[in-house]
């Protein structure tokens, strides 16, 4: 059975609105509600990033543009809704099995207000301040497609991962296709966030990971290709699992218990990726994957997409076999087994920030060059710009002149610091070709 919750667009004022918003102020302040927010995990701040971010570090300031109003205002709208859905979550549903279809919504400026005064999910202007960031990107490949950084599906939308600065974890949003589609991207991405896996089977569920949308016969009225008359579901035992979470973590201080799944696995992706870190520097993006059984035993792992080098894929794998067990599987997470499709960016700088150091030195190095130098630089770079460390990775020429490029590099103030880095250090490999003419340096 279907439930509509989102009406249509015409009867979606303020005024039509005014029950819910009512419900919705009961619901927070009568102590036998259905909904127990413990008042300190609740509402979940949100810090929706104003500007594009640009992959891994270092954007001149030109290059800091900011996200466009349109997809603003959708990211602003998948909250929302988010909050809309959790506030209007009906006490006793007759049908338990029911579905709750969700319609294209904007809201009111009221509405928008009152449900960031009120709702499960509230706006913050400043990062530091939020449980949960949103981003997006809008840099592109040599295909002109928008690339997401670290996520090695092709071309995704958006992913959530976990990142460990907020208790909710970072989305990243890929800026393309209009917006509804970011809304509705979004919607899913913070499923993700707030506990839940992918749904499997059954299409027209928001957290379906591909048949996400609903078309055809369940609702007849939902049209994939209208984008007014397009429509998602969630099923009410999805939201009952939320409200039963948000209950559970009543009282117990600030750690959600509710994400108990995606807490785990934040566990094991940040313990391999201090075993990672420990090993240095790897110069691809790495993937591998882990089945672990339910006592945290590890029962196979591969690497499918090297890290850089046999040596040092052979050296993450044994380090990682070291772990031995990743710890018991949360009693609520009832598989046997289940698999870990882990992805790590390499600890490279950008090329960007690659290209920008290579100038600077050279402008450094060059009046002491001879004419025809060719050599090799390797540095290790730390997350606020300063060298850690300078070798020479390929001669120079000789050994006096290795030396005096060493000082010269040395004699450097700090490179620009990198922006929200993952990684406290990273490396790069500069390479110094002919000398070019001074005037043809830019
Ligand atoms: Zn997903």
């Not at 029911?98 to 928008?112: A, C, G």
């Not at 899913?188 to 707030?194: D, T, V, Y």
């Not at 130098?373 to 070798?391: F, N």
Request: charged content about 25%; hydrophobic content about 40%.
């Amino acid at each position: 059975m279907f439930r509509l919750i989102f009406p249509s667009r015409q009867l979606n004022t303020f005024f039509s609105q005014l029950p819910l918003l009512l419900l919705a102020i009961i619901v927070l302040f009568v102590p036998s509600s259905v909904f127990a927010f413990d008042s300190t995990d609740f509402p979940i701040r949100v810090f929706i990033d104003p500007i594009i971010k640009i992959n891994n570090s270092f954007a001149a300031p030109e290059a800091k543009l900011p996200v466009p109003e349109q997809a603003y205002s959708a990211f602003q709208q998948g909250v929302l809704d988010w909050s809309r859905l959790m506030v209007a979550l009906p006490k006793d549903p007759s049908d338990v099995n029911y579905t709750l279809i969700l319609r294209r919504q904007t809201s009111t400026k009221q509405e928008f207000e009152a449900y960031n005064r009120f709702g499960f999910m509230r706006f913050v202007d400043k990062r530091e301040d939020a449980d949960l960031v949103i981003e997006s990107v809008d840099n592109k490949d040599a295909r002109g497609k928008t690339i997401l950084g670290r996520e090695f599906q092709p071309y995704p939308l958006g992913y959530h991962t976990l990142d460990k600065r907020y208790r909710f974890g970072r989305i990243v949003m890929a800026l393309r296709g209009n917006d509804l589609d970011l809304r509705v991207v979004l919607l899913h991405e913070i499923g993700h966030a707030i506990g839940f896996e992918h749904f499997k089977g059954e299409k027209c569920n928001l957290m379906n990971a591909t048949n996400y949308t609903c078309v055809g016969d369940s609702p007849p009225d939902c049209v994939l290709n209208n984008a007014n008359a397009r429509c998602l579901a969630i099923t009410d035992g999805q939201l009952r699992f939320v409200e039963e979470q948000l209950i559970a973590a009543k009282g117990k201080g600030p750690k959600m218990t509710f994400v108990d799944w995606r807490q785990y696995q934040l566990q094991v992706e940040s313990r391999i990726q201090d075993e990672i870190i420990a090993l240095g520097e790897f110069k691809d993006d790495g993937n591998l994957t882990l089945m672990l059984l339910a006592d945290g035993s590890i029962k196979s792992i591969d690497i499918t997409h090297s890290f850089g080098s046999r040596e040092k894929d052979d050296q993450i794998l044994s380090r990682i076999k070291q772990i031995d067990n990743f710890g018991k599987f949360p009693a609520t997470h009832e598989e046997k087994e289940d698999k870990f499709a882990l992805s790590y960016e390499s600890n490279q700088v950008s090329e960007r920030y690659q290209k920008s150091i290579t100038e600077i030195i050279q402008a450094k190095i060059y009046p002491i060059l001879p004419l025809k130098p060719m050599g090799k630089l390797h540095l290790k770079i730390a997350h606020d710009g300063q060298v850690i460390q300078t070798e020479i990775a390929q001669s120079f020429g000789n050994p006096i002149l290795d030396t005096r490029i060493l000082q010269r590099v040395k004699e450097l103030k700090a490179f620009t610091p990198f922006e929200d880095d993952e990684y406290q250090e990273r490396y790069a490999t500069l390479s110094f070709e002919e000398k070019q003419p001074l005037d043809e340096l830019r």
